[in-house]
């Protein structure tokens, strides 16, 4: 028993290892309420329901900051919500892109519940990954800040350009080597990922993947390349990895909920992807004005955070106001 208790007491990247399973007992407790009690049987989710949802997640991600804020102090507190909400909002533009990929493969609203679900395990796995990875160059290498720094302005600078381009799904390399690798159906089969059917040419029964799989996959795959950009963000306000990966993982988990309500009016946040781009220049121009002003207070982060999200969505909707109208 003493044992248990000093190995639960002990640290595990900085924070105590009890600290890490509680974190993941809410986290599984989560995915299981929502699989096993609320989605037990595969139905369409509608707007309504997808807002309230996403409520709940924020609820617990919120009420779980604040036991951050009450444990491990206010400064932890304050870079978790930034943590939290950069990445929120960093997700919201995921949704852009998972709408197209569900346009793309003729995905029915019946099934893409499913493929969020599965994606969003795979999330947990790869994001927890990359900030391992990240967290351990960071503590060998200080530099390592800077150029996540600096790709930051990059990609903000970059994200402001194209910010009306539109990805072409027919041409990604992922998609691309799928299809060249494996035996693809010509539609979907319900909603399984993989059927076994005959082979065209040998008429031999053998296994074949989906439209829903390859959905799956380069969800996968846009998730990966979306963490360049959120990770290193996080990494730039906090290097405390439990930190990084509890802010990351809340609010990726709501992402699944909230899709179903902002894929109903994804036209209304046109002009969101200017105020992120805008998000992603001040978190890494943040690392170079430390050598020169000092660093920048936590409670600062977060406020200009917040305050360039809320007026990028607040424009949109002013802006798109008209469309609104015509639509009703």
Do not use: C
């Not at 978790?80 to 929120?88: C, D, M, N, Q, S």
């Not at 930051?152 to 600078?157: E, I, K, M, P, S």
């Amino acid at each position: 028993m003493e044992y248990l208790l000093s190995a639960l007491q002990s640290d595990f990247l900085g924070t105590p290892t009890w600290t890490w399973l509680a974190f993941i007992g809410i986290v599984v407790a989560l995915l299981a309420f929502d699989l096993g009690v609320l989605h037990k049987e595969q139905r369409e989710i509608e707007v309504g329901e997808s807002l309230l949802l996403s409520a709940g997640y924020i609820a617990v991600a919120l009420v779980f900051g604040a036991w951050v804020w009450w444990y491990m102090g206010s400064q932890s507190g304050m870079e978790y919500y930034t943590g939290f909400l950069i990445e929120k909002s960093l997700s919201m533009d995921n949704v852009f892109v998972i709408a197209l990929i569900f346009s793309y493969f003729a995905i029915p609203r019946l099934y893409q519940h499913r493929v969020l679900f599965w994606g969003i395990l795979g999330v947990i796995v790869l994001r927890g990954i990359m900030i391992g990875l990240g967290a351990t160059l960071v503590s060998q290498f200080s530099w390592v800040l800077y150029l996540f720094g600096a790709f930051l302005v990059f990609t903000g600078v970059k994200m402001w350009i194209i910010a009306d381009h539109q990805p072409d799904l027919a041409n990604n390399p992922l998609l691309k080597f799928l299809r060249r690798r494996m035996r693809v159906t010509d539609g979907l089969r319900g909603n399984a990922f993989w059927v076994n059917e005959p082979d065209p040419a040998t008429g031999k029964i053998v296994r074949h993947a989906t439209p829903l799989f390859l959905a799956l996959m380069i969800i996968e795959f846009v998730d990966l390349v979306f963490a360049v950009d959120s990770v290193p963000a996080i990494f730039a306000i906090t290097t405390d990895p439990f930190i990084v990966y509890t802010s990351n993982i809340f609010a990726i988990l709501g992402l699944r909920a909230l899709y179903f309500a902002l894929a109903a009016m994804i036209h209304r946040f046109r002009y969101l992807k200017y105020a992120l781009a805008l998000v992603l220049v001040f978190i890494g121009s943040k690392i170079f004005l430390v050598g020169i002003i000092g660093k920048i207070p936590a409670v600062i982060s977060l406020t200009v955070t917040l305050s360039l999200i809320a007026g990028g969505v607040l424009f949109s909707l002013w802006k798109t106001r008209t469309e609104a109208v015509a639509t009703n």
